[in-house]
């Protein structure tokens, strides 16, 4: 069974950067992505590569977050800049088997694959 892995979350002031990774345990061909989470609202879609290898973006992170993969490494990052408190939340990496749209993160009831998280908290 395909596993991901995230790692690089952690504690960080305003203004900062992080950056997270994410290991497959196997090549994934179709679209992956960073999703988060915070409590009482539902998982959003934040940055996703296509099939293609198109990118996109959720409008709160545009310009700030950059996603990329190393296709040899099977990982996926997210380079996260000019952090914000309210980018705090619990990051999951994800795979849509399927594939999905290159205009826009896809919505979390269309992926197949859930990584365990990595918390990322941004004081001001």
């Known amino acids: 069974q395909v596993q991901l892995v995230e790692s690089g979350g952690g504690s960080v002031q305003a203004g900062g950067s992080l950056r997270l990774s994410c290991a497959a345990s196997?090549?994934?061909?179709?679209?992956m992505g960073w999703f988060r989470q915070t409590p009482g609202k539902e998982r959003e879609g934040i940055a996703a590569?296509?099939?293609?290898?198109?990118?996109s973006y959720a409008d709160s992170v545009k310009g700030r977050f950059t996603i990329s993969q190393d296709k040899a490494k099977h990982a996926l990052y997210l380079q996260m800049n000019s952090l914000k408190s309210e980018d705090s939340a619990m990051y999951y990496c994800?795979?849509?088997?399927?594939?999905?749209?290159?205009?826009?993160?896809?919505?979390?009831?269309?992926?197949?694959?859930w990584g365990q998280g990595t918390q990322v908290t941004v004081s001001s």
């Open positions: 994800a795979a849509v088997l399927g594939g999905c749209n290159w205009f826009a993160p896809p919505p979390a009831t269309l992926v197949d694959l």
């Open positions: 196997t090549y994934i061909g179709s679209c």
């Open positions: 590569v296509d099939q293609g290898g198109r990118l």
